[in-house]
Every structure is written in structure tokens, then in C-alpha cells.
């Protein structure tokens, strides 16, 4: 039985990733990038170039891999949505607020388009390989019918429920990953003042048990201080972080941690490294005592 046509409409590198996976498993593909360079790598590997992402809702499956609610509006609702049929699947691995997923959702539904929920944890290599972990959200028959094309895509796929849900659960994590990178940043700016040797300091920390899998994947930038390709972008890290930040503060609850790593996030975009990986934090000039801090950007306390 042929596999559905899908249309990606998003290839950065986790995009670009689950593109060729979906090749690889003999999905017939279109892709749609609004830098259409980036999808050059699918082209050549038997994707449909669309010119547009009116030309990519042709399909019955959409898989949307964009930056931000932003992009969201703009791809999704103002350009494709007056030309998605009904019946549709709109797969979304975006990484937006929950509220901002319970809102599309409902917006989809009364187009009769359904959401798919799909957040992702992984790397780019992660998502080429079919290896990524797959939280999803939003009506469950509807979930249960994208399972063949998440299954090519993630080993552990877990419904969570309503749509929010699984939006919820990706901020969780990226909230801590945004943390600990903070942290190890700090540690090694500590040691390095003290008179320990950086690369020591880094490869003593990455193989200590006070490590985990994702800061020493970090620790690889680090040591060789070369953050592009960027695996997770300072920019999007930001993003993420204010998104939970500002969740939660709506709950009325304060992640002083989360600001704080946010902060330092929005410091890199800054400095115009806003597109390396988050790990770039490290190569930050570190403030002493009685320096100002930033006028704060985002997250509103």
C-alpha cells in the first residue's frame, strides 16, 4: 500500500532531518521553505520543490517544522489554510505556547483541518535517523490516524491528551536543558577564573556523573568552540524559555532559573549569536560585581 503524500512546509535542520527520513521511508514528498536553499538537500533527494505554501497544501498530510507562533500565523493561516481541504492533517513540531496550541486547534478545527500535536526531542541526527521522542496532544482518533507517519519519525511517541498538553511537556524539558546549560557555563567560567585549565574542566564535567546525555552533546561546542551547525539555536532557546516563563506566570507561578537562563539567551542574541547553538553562552563576556545588568526583554515579572 503506497504511503500518503506529505507536505513539510519547514527545513531547518530538524525539518531538513525529518524530511529525509520521510524519503527514506518512501513517503512521496513536497517541501516548502521560505529560504528555499535550505531545502535544497530534500530537492536532490526526490522532494518536490513547492514555490509556495499555497503549492504545498495540495497534500493530505502537512508536517509544519517552523521557528515560532510567528512563522505559524503567517505560513500556516495567512498563505495555506484558505487552501488546505477538509479532512486534512496539519502534523505541528512547532514549539509554541500551549495556549498558542489550544487556539490553533481550534481555529484548524473550525476549517475542518484536524492539529496533530507533535512535539519533538532531538537533534538533527536524531530526526535523519527516525529517532526522536515524540510527545503529541490533541484529539485522539486524530493522533491515532497521523501514528504511521510519527512512527517513522520517533521511537517513543506518548499521547498526552488535550491539545496544550504537549506543548507543555516540550517547554518542561527545554526549560531545563536551558538550565543546565546555563549552569555548566557558569561552572566552567568559576574554574576557568580560578586558574583551571578549560578544556580539562570541560572533559572532567562531561564525564562525571554531574553531566547528562544532552550537556555533554553541549560540552562537544564547548570544547572545540565552534557552534555551527547549531543543534538548538541561542535565538529559539530564548524563545522557548520566555514562552515557559510567561506560561507559568500566567498560572502565577515564577521560574527565577528559567528567567535567569533566559536572560543570558537573549544576551547571545544580542551579540548577533542568536543562530549558534545555545552552547555559545559560554564564549560570553562574564559581568562582575557592580556591573549593570541588561534592560530585560520578554518575560514580563
Same mark, same amino acid.
Not at 532531518?17 to 521553505?33: F, T
Not at 475542518?112 to 521522542?133: F, H
Given at each position: ?19 529525509? /527520513? ?18 535544497? *538537500? ?7 520543490? @513547492? ?15 517552523? *521557528? ?29 505556547? $500551549? ?7 481550534? /481555529? ?19 530526526? !535523519? ?22 512512527? @517513522?519519525?520517533?521511537?517513543?511517541? /506518548?499521547?498526552?491528551? *488535550? ?25 566552567? *567560567? ?34 572545540? /568552540? ?24 500566567? !498560572?502565577?507561578?515564577?521560574? $527565577? ?27 560570553? $563576556? ?7 545588568? $541588561? ?7
Amino acid at each position: 500500500m503506497s504511503l500518503p503524500h506529505v507536505a513539510l512546509v519547514g527545513s531547518g535542520a530538524m525539518g531538513a532531518g525529518m524530511g529525509h /527520513r520521510l524519503l527514506e521511508a518512501g513517503h512521496p514528498l513536497s517541501v516548502y521553505n521560505r529560504s528555499p536553499a535550505k531545502a535544497a *538537500s530534500l530537492v536532490e533527494a526526490g522532494a518536490r520543490a @513547492a514555490t509556495s505554501p499555497q503549492a504545498a497544501a495540495d497534500t493530505p498530510i502537512v508536517l509544519l517544522s517552523l *521557528s515560532d507562533e510567528s512563522a505559524v500565523e503567517q505560513v500556516l493561516f495567512e498563505a495555506m489554510l484558505p487552501e488546505l481541504r477538509r479532512g486534512t492533517v496539519v502534523v505541528d513540531t512547532t514549539t509554541t505556547s $500551549p495556549l498558542y496550541a489550544r487556539m490553533a486547534a481550534t /481555529r484548524l478545527s473550525a476549517a475542518g483541518i484536524a492539529r496533530v500535536e507533535a512535539c519533538v526531542l532531538g537533534n538533527p541526527a536524531m530526526a !535523519r535517523s527516525g529517532g526522536l521522542r515524540i510527545f503529541t496532544a490533541g484529539e485522539h482518533d486524530e493522533v491515532e490516524a497521523a501514528g504511521g507517519l510519527l512512527g @517513522a519519525l520517533g521511537q517513543d511517541i /506518548r499521547y498526552l491528551g *488535550s491539545a496544550g498538553a504537549a506543548a507543555t511537556m516540550k517547554l518542561a524539558f527545554n526549560l531545563l536543558l536551558g538550565v543546565q546549560t546555563v549552569g555548566f557555563t557558569e561552572a566552567i *567560567s568559576y574554574g576557568v577564573s580560578a586558574g583551571l585549565d578549560r578544556d580539562l574542566l570541560i572533559d572532567v564535567i562531561a564525564n562525571s556523573g554531574f553531566s547528562s546525555p544532552v550537556l555533554a552533546f553541549r560540552a562537544a561546542f564547548m570544547r572545540e /568552540r565552534c557552534y555551527e551547525p547549531a543543534a538548538f539555536k541561542a535565538r529559539l532557546m530564548e524563545k522557548d524559555l520566555r514562552l515557559a516563563a510567561n506560561d507559568a506566570m500566567a !498560572r502565577g507561578i515564577y521560574l $527565577p532559573l528559567t528567567e535567569g537562563a533566559g536572560d543570558l539567551m537573549a544576551d547571545a542574541v544580542a551579540a548577533g549569536l542568536g543562530d549558534q547553538d545555545a552552547a555559545v553562552i559560554s564564549e560570553l $563576556p562574564k559581568r562582575r560585581l557592580g556591573e549593570s545588568l $541588561p534592560p530585560k526583554n520578554g518575560a514580563t515579572r
